[in-house]
């Protein structure tokens, strides 16, 4: 069993920047291929950022492409989301979310991810 705790949201004006923090249980992190996603009010919870567990690679949604970056510190079993120029759009409860399958390559799909976190809540104001 894998538990997810993230930290780091909360209100911040447009243009400001945020980091946000995942913190994973398990002795086998780096085995794992860790996302961020988010879902706004009345929407869908949409992809936002994918790590590889094996080489580092990452992608992106477009949305966020040059603003957002996700990073992994193995040492300390945690996946970092480092947001800057942030728009209102951005506002949204941010989700961490765990792959294990050691799969390939890097999916942008939901049902991909087994292990999901509770959530942090990102406001950018206007």
């Known amino acids: 069993q894998v538990q997810l705790v993230e930290s780091g949201g909360g209100l911040v004006q447009a243009g400001g920047s945020l980091r946000l923090s995942c913190a994973a249980s398990?002795?086998?992190?780096?085995?794992?291929?860790m996302a961020w996603f988010r879902q706004a009010l009345g929407k869908e919870r949409e992809f936002v950022a994918t790590?590889?567990?094996?080489?580092?690679?990452?992608s992106y949604a477009d949305s966020v492409k040059g603003r957002f970056t996700i990073s992994r510190d193995n040492a300390k079993n945690t996946v970092y989301l480092q947001m800057n120029s942030l728009e209102p759009e951005d506002t949204a409860v941010y989700y961490c979310?765990?792959?294990?399958?050691?799969?390939?390559?890097?999916?942008?799909?939901?049902?991909?991810?087994?292990?999901w976190g509770q959530g942090t809540q990102v406001t950018v104001s206007s």
């Open positions: 979310a765990a792959d294990l399958r050691r799969s390939t390559y890097l999916s942008t799909r939901l049902g991909d991810y087994g292990y």
């Open positions: 398990g002795r086998t992190f780096s085995t794992y291929t």
């Open positions: 790590i590889s567990w094996i080489g580092g690679t990452t």
